[in-house]
């Protein structure tokens, strides 16, 4: 499964600290949108309209920051939705293959009014919620809030490349097992005589582990299906990465990265 860099935000939810939050406060969502974005993440935040007026009558804390992402020039605009918000952002997370996050398991009515909708994947896919024993989905403890600071403990980094990395959570476990490796080797006493043998076998698993590492399949480019749901700064991610022109429309992007041909290196 490829490693989806669109991160959709539930931010009315995260504003008001998931949900068993007991305030709201504007910074949070601004925390959460920094925290992705530096982690390499498109964030994508939502936010209901309801909300966000509610925020500026009522003085709440951190609507400055909110009232400044709705600005025309933002760099990461805010997306307002009046009812049905939640809708929007399932459709927005469907059609550019995103993550969700939200402690809003959408129980309410959006599986009975849409029951085609791939709700498998949008549960999967999504942060701050998961399936139980019993089949419901319920709140989980993925990411929390503290403040006015937003906790994501989990997340990795994802590819900033822009490139398609099939094979990016083999690699992910192979450098966990070359860690514990070393973790072993570290308490291990190479002076006791029962221990040297041991010592061997761990250089011998970690040699293989990083041969593995090595022959598996470089990144690919997406093809065109894929860069259907890809948004246009990750486009431009994929055309820097391949070291060509990072300019124009999406359609040229995507015509651009669609013909491009490595340069081949002649002996």
Known sequence: MKNSRNVVLDGSNIIAGGARGKDSDGRRLVSAINLYTKKGYNVIPVMYQGTYTWMRK???????????????????????????????????????????????????KERELFPDWPWDKIDSKTWGTKKCKDGKIRTSSEWSIMGAKFLHPSLKPCNKSGLIDDYCEHRRILSEICEKINQLESITDSEKNNQTSLLEEFKKIQASCKKIYRD???????????????????????????GIKISGRRAELIERISNYEPIKVHD
């Not at 809708?87 to 939200?102: C, N, R």
């Not at 480019?221 to 055309?239: A, F, G, K, T």
């Open 216 to 242: 598996l399949p470089k990144p690919r480019i997406p093809n065109i299906d894929e860069m259907d749901s890809i948004l246009v700064p990750q486009l431009r991610e994929i055309c820097r990465s391949l």
């Open 58 to 108: 009522n003085n709440i804390r951190g609507f400055d920051v909110i009232e400044k992402l709705n600005k025309q020039n933002s760099e990461i605009k805010l997306r307002l939705f009046g009812k049905g918000d939640d809708l929007y952002i399932i459709q927005i997370a469907i059609e550019f293959d995103a993550w969700i996050v939200t402690q809003d398991s959408f129980q309410s």
